[in-house]
């Protein structure tokens, strides 16, 4: 998909749209519930913004994804992240940073590679790998300042850790997430196909005006001729 300037007028109306979901979802998010599961769809707004106007704006959505989450341990409101970030700060706001940045960049990128054979399958395999890294990404840098991990276990030893990220941090959440992503992803494969339509008509009805004009010129020359 031919997207144009980052800075065009459409884009710009397109990102700040996804931006503004992007807030919306993840501020509120804890609305979205089954028993005491948080439903969260930030990252299909985040998938979108990657696929239509490339992997800069999915990688800027992403990092205002991170910094909310970052901000929610700042304030004290997610318990997890303020204790990471009293124990390990650096590595805590590269963590919610940098996973966040992934999540957008990498769809957009694998979108762009596989769309060139099939749109529906390059935008199932972007909405499936956001979950990917944004999960994957958190454990990993939760493995690397497992001596934060640990007070969260009993004894400490490295079981413990592995299995309370994958259990208990991850676990049904990623898995929720990563079916939401998978069930909404023919319906960003129908948004896309939509905005690549419309462009096109866009700048077919720029071209036409042109070319109607031209037959006028082209005969008054040939009958001066």
């Known amino acids: 998909m031919k997207r144009g300037k980052l800075l065009s007028a459409r884009n710009i109306a397109y990102f700040s749209v996804l931006l503004a979901l992007v807030v919306v979802l993840q501020c509120c998010g804890g609305f979205f519930r089954i028993g005491p599961t948080s439903l969260s769809f930030v990252l299909v707004p985040i998938v979108l913004g990657g ?56 769809p957009a990128l694998l979108y762009k590679l596989i769309a060139r ?10 909405s499936a790998s956001a979950p990917i890294m944004n999960t994957g990404l958190f454990i990993v840098g939760c493995l690397i300042i497992n001596g934060t991990i640990a007070g969260f276990t009993a004894n400490g030893t490295m079981n413990e850790i592995v299995y309370f990220l994958f259990i208990g941090c991850a676990g049904w959440n990623f898995l929720i997430e990563f079916a939401i992503n998978l069930v909404l992803a023919p319906a960003v494969h129908r948004v896309v196909l939509v905005a690549e339509k419309a462009l096109k008509q866009k700048k077919t009805q720029k071209t036409q005006p042109a070319a109607e004009g031209a037959g006028p010129v082209k005969e008054q020359t040939e009958n001066n001729s």
């Open 51 to 106: 696929i239509l106007l490339g992997w800069i704006a999915g990688g800027i959505l992403g990092l205002v994804f991170g910094f909310i989450v970052l901000m929610y341990g700042v304030a004290g409101t997610d318990a997890f992240t303020a204790t990471l970030l009293a124990d390990s700060p650096v590595m805590t706001v590269l963590i919610c940073l940098v996973k966040g940045v992934a999540a957008g960049v990498v």
């Open 117 to 126: 054979k099939n749109t529906l399958a390059a935008a199932i395999v972007a």
